[in-house]
Every structure is written in C-alpha cells, then in structure tokens.
C-alpha cells in the first residue's frame, strides 16, 4: 500500500487532477502505518482545507483521525476504512472488495471449465481490502465445491504475496515445486499476478495454470491482452 504500486499511483494522479479542476492543491504523503499518525499531525498543522487517507492499519489510524476532527479538519478515507467507531469520517471511497473476490471465483471456474484442480491463492493478510478479498473467493469455492463434489477447486496454500512481484514470483515457484499439477492462482493485486506469470513462464507452465488477478490496472489489463492472466 505505498507509491510503489500502480493501483495507488492511479488514485494519487486522479485526487490531483480532480482537486486542480476545483482550485485545490494536494500534498501526496507516501509511508508506513506508523507514519501515518505522524502525517496526518502534520496535514493538522499546516491548517490544510481537508484530509484524504488511505489507512494501513483500519483501527490505529482512529486516534490521528480524532485530532484532525478537534481541529475542524474534514476527514476522507478511500481504499480501507476506519476501524474506530469514534472516529468520524464524512465518507470512505472504496471498492466492494468482498464482492470482487466472489467475482474472481466465479472467474476461476469458468476458466477451470468447471473440472476443478489444485489452485493458489496470492493474498496480502496485512490489508484489509485483501482479506475482503480472498474471503469472497473461498466462500464461493466452497459452495462450488459442495455443488461439485466431483470436481472440487482444491486451495492447496495461501502464500504472502508482498502484493508485488517479485515475493509473489518466488510463492509461485515454491508451490509450483510443491504441486506441479496446480491449476489455478487467484492473486490479490495485478504485481501479485504478474510475479506469477513470470513464474509460470520460467517453469513453462504458463498454459497450464489459469491466473486470476484483481484491480484491473493498465499492467493488468497489458497482461490480459497478451493471454498472461
């Protein structure tokens, strides 16, 4: 969750765009959870019009947000919410990503042709929009599963992606080596996705396993187009 990531990159360029088009300028802060809280005293500081975050931990991110709501500074949060009920947040932008993982589940077993296999799921357990993520995933497996006893969609492992490429690259060889009959990769983000496709290429595989990505980035929708994911 950080300017490393296209996904955010698009969010930044676009608050940027929108606030110009109103007379606005917008200060782009990039860091950690811990740094957040330090960010936000800042914006708090500087006396600035509004605050728009993107939490990286849902209930910390509470006590800064109360400071800037003793300050009469309007609070936005997009992406990931905000935990702490105290908190007040006039709205929080973001995607159903409970939904979307049903979506990429039912993507899945159309692209599995309803036979079922051995799948991997690429998540990133320290985001909340993830978990949304694969949690709508494995609910709609298992009521395929139910459905389909004979052709189960069988997770084999939820391997850490780093929701980049690289860790989410060396996840897939790993499960590779341990299933080299695997089918399918449900991953959380498009570098997660890509990291398998490098992986799968490497170990010429790339035809047998499916791959199923999310957010649908330029990087991810270039990988559409060439038949990566």
């Given amino acids: 969750m950080d300017l490393g990531n296209p996904f955010f990159v698009e969010l930044t360029n676009a608050a940027k765009e929108e ?39 849902a209930l910390a991110i509470g006590a800064p947000i109360k400071e800037a709501n003793k300050a009469g500074i309007p609070v936005f949060t997009a992406d990931t919410g905000c935990d702490d009920k105290d908190a007040i947040v006039v709205c929080n932008v973001m995607s159903d990503n409970y939904g979307g993982g049903k979506l990429a589940a039912q993507g899945m077993i159309e692209a599995l042709e309803n036979k079922g296999g051995k799948v991997l799921i690429l998540d990133y357990k320290v985001a909340q929009s993830c978990i949304l993520r ?26 850490a992606s780093g929701a980049s490429e690289e860790p989410s690259k060396k996840a897939t060889e790993d499960q590779l080596n341990a299933n080299p009959d695997l089918v399918g990769i449900f991953a959380i ?22 791959i199923i990505g999310f957010d649908g980035q330029r990087i991810g929708k270039e990988a559409i187009l060439k038949g990566q994911i």
Avoid at 138 to 149: F, H, M, Q, S
């Fill in 19 to 57: 606030a110009a088009k109103h007379g606005y300028d917008v200060i782009i802060y990039d860091g950690d959870a811990e740094e957040q809280s330090k960010q936000i005293k800042d914006f708090i500081t500087q006396k600035v019009d509004a605050i728009i975050i993107t939490p990286k931990d």
């Fill in 134 to 159: 694969v949690n709508g995933f494995k609910e709609v497996i298992k009521a395929y599963n139910e459905k389909n006893p004979s052709a189960k969609i069988d997770i084999v492992a939820e391997l």
């Fill in 189 to 210: 983000n498009d570098p997660a996705a890509l990291g398998a496709v490098v992986a799968l290429e490497k170990s010429n595989k790339s035809k047998q396993v499916k």
